[in-house]
């Protein structure tokens, strides 16, 4: 895992319009989605840059007892685990699936513990009322429109000074020309069955300032989702086989699952994973 050089941001200009309330209508859990799929096989770390990317996140966040913490997406919860261990003040999840929400209900409740079903466009959350915001792997699945929304809301919610964290893919390099981008959206999209709009390092940064937010950190590794090595690291070897089981006595399942390698391989060079933590000025 490498972090970057941060420069400083010029003077971004602060978006304060209020964000678009979009349908949050039950949407049912697609297992043709890649994240999905893997999941169904029994992976639990669903992240780009693996577990080793989420707790240099973590770390990075600096979570405490008097922090009210809110995360996007939280899927199946894991990442939610390693932040509830710091014991926040308040935990709020933010999940759009009604049955994501209902299996993460399972894991998560209690005193100042919270999952929302809603859009994390648009999260009904006060103004100013949290001190972390965090996201993984959400961010590339949208349009660039609704990147921006979903960070505006992030400033929004957050109180001045808070913290925002990201987990995404990033296309390497930042010179990668418009059709290479194109090309590598393109059959990543087609192989995950997600409309996968990853971006640069340096436009992922550009749309942060854009929306107010001074970037802080940078971290970097590489987008290893489906090579042993980086799932033994990230599930354990009892799960690792666990995992390899179930995608051998499933099929179609597992021809899903190495076309998607497949691309990850093809791509190797043009994709990494990024964590990225932003401050609200």
Not at 21 to 45: I, Y
Not at 179 to 199: F, M, Y
């Amino acid at each position: 895992m490498h972090e970057q050089q941060v420069m400083e941001p010029v003077a971004p200009a602060v978006n304060k319009a209020t964000p678009p309330r979009h349908s949050t209508a039950n949407q049912k859990l697609n297992m043709e989605q890649g994240h999905w799929l893997l999941a169904k096989m029994g992976k639990k770390v669903l992240r780009p840059g693996g577990k080793e990317l989420t707790m240099g996140l973590m770390d990075k966040l600096a979570i405490t007892a008097q922090d009210d913490l809110v995360e996007f997406a939280p899927g199946m919860g894991f990442t939610a685990g390693i932040a509830l261990a710091k014991n926040p003040r308040s935990y709020t999840g933010i999940e759009l699936n009604e049955e994501a929400a209902a299996m993460l209900r399972k894991k998560i409740h209690g005193t100042g513990r919270e999952i929302i079903i809603g859009n994390a466009c648009c999260s009904t959350l006060e103004s100013s009322s949290v001190d972390k915001v965090y996201g993984e792997a959400m961010l590339t699945m949208q349009a660039d429109h609704r990147k921006a929304e979903i960070i505006r809301e992030a400033y929004r919610i957050l109180r001045p000074g808070g913290l925002y964290g990201i987990h995404e893919i990033a296309l390497t390099p930042d010179t990668m020309s418009e059709e290479g981008k194109r090309q590598v959206q393109h059959d990543l999209a087609a192989t995950i069955k997600v409309n996968a709009r990853p971006l640069t390092r340096a436009e992922w940064t550009a749309m942060l300032e854009g929306e107010g937010f001074k970037v802080e950190s940078i971290l970097t590794n590489p987008m290893l989702l489906l090579e042993a090595g980086r799932i033994v690291d990230d599930e354990g070897f009892f799960r690792t086989l666990k995992i390899a089981f179930n995608i051998l006595t499933h099929p179609k399942a597992r021809k899903r699952i190495l076309a998607m390698r497949k691309v990850f391989r093809q791509y190797e060079a043009s994709m990494s994973a990024i964590a990225i933590v932003a401050r609200k000025g």
